[in-house]
T-cell receptor, first 115, second 114 residues
Framework: GAGVSQSPSNKVTEKGKDVELRCDPI?????LYWYRQSLGQGLEFLIY????????KSGLPSDRFSAERTGGSVSTLTIQRTQQEDSAVYLC?????????????FGQGTRLTVV | AQSVSQHNHHVILSEAASLELGCNYS??????LFWYVQYPGQHLQLLLK??????LVKGIKGFEAEFIKSKFSFNLRKPSVQWSDTAEYFC????????????FGAGTRLAVHP
């Protein structure tokens, strides 16, 4: 596609339920990133993929959070047993490669609300 | 720890006023520097970036930023803002020793009044 696509755009879930957020990166981009944007705060790094492997998952806030990437393309961020503090906008970005010279392109994000 | 600070959380200006948004980072090594903008209801977009060379970088829509290594700063400027510049602005840094992992500041919300 022309840009990074995320789905759903909005998700309301009950506390304790699991959710899956999807990211379709720009075709050909090998690097993929997940960020979280909470109200009044900046973007918090969650995890980085190069191809299908995740060399840096240091930003995942707890073991309730996990992510995978398949076929070097689509990525899914899963949050288990959601809590109210998980409410945020989850942003996905991709870049042509993981090197520092590559511009990261962002999706529109998924707004997650845990009630 | 590697961190990025944006000093102004909210800025309100009138059209034609000059803009300067501060950004400082914590690390003394090699860095790549970025400013992103998020217009209401839209996704993050790159305004400008600095990798090397001339420390004064020009971006889209009349924005520019100056990298001052001695001050660990990368302030964003625009001589004359427009109502359409109303947005949230994020400074981001890629620190050396790794891949393209952007560390973001908290953002500055700019409101331009006609």
């Amino acid at each position: 596609g022309a840009g990074v696509s995320q789905s759903p755009s909005n998700k309301v879930t009950e506390k304790g339920k699991d959710v899956e957020l999807r990211c379709d990166p720009i075709s050909g981009h090998t690097a993929l990133y997940w960020y979280r944007q909470s109200l009044g705060q900046g973007l918090e790094f969650l995890i980085y993929f190069q191809g299908n492997s995740a060399p840096d998952k240091s930003g995942l806030p707890s073991d309730r959070f996990s992510a995978e990437r398949t076929g070097g393309s689509v990525s899914t961020l899963t949050i288990q047993r959601t809590q109210q503090e998980d409410s945020a906008v989850y942003l996905c970005a991709s870049s042509l490669e993981g090197g520092k010279g590559s511009e990261a392109f962002f999706g529109q994000g998924t707004r997650l609300t845990v009630v | 720890a590697q961190s990025v600070s944006q000093h102004n959380h909210h800025v309100i200006l009138s059209e034609a006023a000059s803009l300067e948004l501060g950004c400082n980072y914590s690390y003394g090594g090699t860095v790549n520097l970025f400013w992103y903008v998020q217009y209401p209801g839209q996704h993050l977009q790159l305004l400008l970036k600095y990798f090397s060379g001339d420390p004064l970088v020009k971006g889209i829509k009349g924005f520019e930023a100056e990298f001052i290594k001695s001050k660990f700063s990368f302030n964003l400027r625009k001589p004359s803002v427009q109502w359409s510049d109303t947005a949230e602005y994020f400074c981001a840094v890629v620190f050396s020793g790794g891949y393209n992992k952007l560390i973001f500041g908290a953002g500055t919300r700019l409101a331009v009044h006609p």
